[in-house]
């Protein structure tokens, strides 16, 4: 069905002023924009948590064309504050699809963009690197469009982990295998049991753990270590994940420090890309801001240990620092621009990986990551 669609301005912050159409949600929203390489999953992106306070421009040009459906969520909502698109396909047509992607939006109340050069918007954040714009479809003239950019918070201001993150600890327990094309009878028993902190975990990264063979338990954001601690001494767990998530890792400070009681404690842990920033942190190795971010599915990655090179997916603005390695062994390396994507610290059960190995761009070329976690916790 054809989606009626009205127009939409938008300002970005180097002054930059373009008229295109929506459609999904209308409104006035102020985000980040970044772009994302993928050429497909853009129910996934929409989903995943790490992309709230953002919106994300795809450089594949035709979205909408497979439509959407409720197996693909990353998560329970669509977190990102908007998406553009150069031709967006209201006549979806797939096997799988339930609905389309502009209900999809509505439903989360997140704007879509397009009829937009999105050529033109990924060269200039390659050059100028990733900035703050405003979308609306009620507010066509620049200078008020300016004056709510201008006095809007920044993406770095806004703690997006309290919003994402669950309320309430649950136990997940599906897995990859609860995909009914792969054929598989069930996931493995449990070898092991972790806690997952939960930054705006995606559920791909849960069910990959489940299908490795460990137990899971996702608890909020807000943790206090001791309680862990005191599980792990007691053997009620064996582990800890770092779950990935949106924003400035540096603004975290309370997880910080509870993060740096785990580290202490020698608690076997392992982070995936926010996660891998904390960790970098509580370790007294502040993390930096990427000119325009790593966004999309392909990625290669080359492991340090094997010499295999990994197609992965990336989702992060920030990067450890190279002067980590006075405490940590570099295990992956981004091949792109030779950032640090994968440690594992001396002395302590602790290694992270930037990239997502659940994703599976490759299509499963990092998967082994998972299988590594319970090796390292049931040691």
């Known amino acids: 069905m054809a989606v009626s669609m009205k127009k939409v301005w938008l300002y970005l912050e180097n002054g930059t002023f373009l008229e295109a159409k929506s459609f999904g949600a209308e409104g006035t929203n102020v985000g980040e924009i970044v772009f994302n390489t993928s ?4 129910q996934e992106i929409m989903s995943d948590p790490s992309y709230a306070g953002q919106f994300v421009t795809f450089t594949m040009p035709e979205i909408g064309n497979v439509g959407v459906n409720e197996q693909d969520m990353e998560s329970k909502s669509a977190h990102a504050k908007g998406m553009l698109v150069r031709n967006y396909q209201s006549r979806y047509s797939n096997f799988r699809a339930e609905d389309s992607l502009h209900n999809f939006l509505l439903q989360y109340n997140v704007m879509g963009i397009c009829d937009v050069d999105t050529r033109y918007l990924t060269k200039m954040i390659r050059s100028e690197g990733a900035m703050m714009m405003v979308a609306s479809t009620e507010i066509s003239d620049i200078e008020e469009l300016k004056k709510i950019l201008e006095t809007s918070p920044r993406i770095e201001d806004v703690n997006y982990i309290e919003q994402v993150s669950t309320k309430k600890p649950y136990v997940h327990t ?15 028993e449990a070898e092991a049991k972790i806690v997952v902190i939960d930054f705006g975990v995606k559920r791909n990264i849960l069910n990959e753990m489940v299908s490795a063979g460990i137990g899971v338990e996702v608890i909020p954001n807000d943790f206090q270590a001791e309680d862990l601690i005191e599980k792990y001494n007691t053997k009620e ?45 509580s370790h007294g190795y502040d993390t930096f801001k990427l000119k325009f971010g790593h966004h999309g599915g392909n990625h290669p990655v080359k492991n340090e240990k094997t010499g295999l090179v990994e197609i992965t997916a990336q989702n992060h603005n920030y990067n450890v620092p190279d002067n980590i390695t006075e405490i940590a062994e570099v295990t992956h390396i981004n091949l792109f621009d030779n950032t640090i994507e994968g440690l594992r610290y001396n002395d302590t059960p602790i290694f992270s990986v930037q990239h997502h190995p659940e994703s599976s761009p490759g299509p499963k070329e990092s998967r082994y990551i998972f299988s590594e976690f319970l090796s390292l916790i049931k040691r």
């Open 237 to 281: 767990i064996d582990g800890v994940f770092l779950s990935n998530g949106p924003g400035d890792p540096l603004v975290l400070k309370k997880e910080q420090e509870q993060i740096k009681k785990l580290i202490d404690a020698k608690i076997p842990m392992f982070g995936i890309c926010l996660g891998h920033q904390l960790l970098s942190i």
């Open 39 to 42: 050429m497909s999953g853009y």
């Open 174 to 188: 599906s897995s990859t295998y609860s995909y009914r094309e792969f054929n598989y009878d069930s996931a493995p």
